[in-house]
């Protein structure tokens, strides 16, 4: 059984340990060792988990086997999302499952939480960014009713890549 919880600072370790080895495992193979080391430094540090745990206008949850926790979600509003174009809005900005636990509808569950959250507020829409070599996520998402409206750069390290943004709108 999985059960999604949402979480606060006193989580801050559990939730850098499960960031970094989720994030490692997605894109260990497929960046320099440099550029990872980079981004985990400058987005997993104490300091800036810290500040986005306490920000009132971000959420994260985990998703747990019994003690054990096997994924993430963060989601943001206002002004913690990361483009500020964007109002009335949600933005996943990390979906995250361990490699071991991944097909077994743990994301999807993720995704429903922050869908049941967009319809709770009234949001007009989800939004997101995936990387465009993504396969599995961008799968993911269109299955989910995703559609793209925008491509962006996402800097990792000195390597500059391409984003797919995707929105779904909610149904009031
Ligand atoms: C994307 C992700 C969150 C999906 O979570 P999940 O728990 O595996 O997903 P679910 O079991 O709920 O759903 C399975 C769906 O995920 C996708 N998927 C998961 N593993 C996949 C794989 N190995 N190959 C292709 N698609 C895959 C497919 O859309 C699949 O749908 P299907 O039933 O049509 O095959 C998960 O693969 C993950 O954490 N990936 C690494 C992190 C990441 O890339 N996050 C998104 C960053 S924007």
Same mark, same amino acid.
């Given at each position: 059984m999985i059960t999604i919880?949402?979480?606060?600072?006193?989580?801050?370790?559990? *939730?850098q340990d499960?960031?970094?080895?989720?994030?490692?495992?997605?894109?260990?193979?497929?960046?320099?060792k440099e550029n990872m080391n980079i981004y985990v430094h400058n987005s997993f540090n104490n300091l800036q988990m810290e500040s986005e745990l306490t920000n009132p206008d971000? $959420?994260?949850?985990?998703? $747990?086997?019994?003690?054990?926790v096997i994924g993430y979600l963060k989601i943001n509003f206002g002004t913690a999302q990361t483009e500020s174009k964007h109002?009335?809005?949600?933005?996943?900005?990390?979906?995250?499952?361990?490699?071991?636990?991944q097909k077994q509808r743990v994301g999807q569950? *993720?995704? $429903?939480?922050?869908?049941?959250i967009a319809e709770e507020k009234r949001c007009s829409y989800i939004w997101l960014g995936v990387w465009e070599k993504n396969a599995k996520a961008l799968h993911f998402y269109k299955k989910n009713g995703f559609v793209e409206?925008?491509?962006?750069?996402?800097?990792?390290?000195?390597?500059k890549q391409t984003d797919v943004m995707m929105k779904l709108e909610v149904k009031k």
């Open positions: 919880r949402k979480i606060y600072l006193a989580d801050l370790d559990v *939730l499960i960031s970094i080895k989720t994030f490692v495992e997605t894109f260990g193979s497929s960046n320099t971000s $959420e994260f949850y985990f998703a $747990e086997a019994g003690n054990k109002y009335n809005s949600l933005e996943i900005e990390r979906i995250y499952v361990l490699n071991a636990y569950q *993720l995704f $429903e939480k922050a869908l049941a409206f925008d491509q962006h750069i996402f800097v990792l390290g000195d390597d």
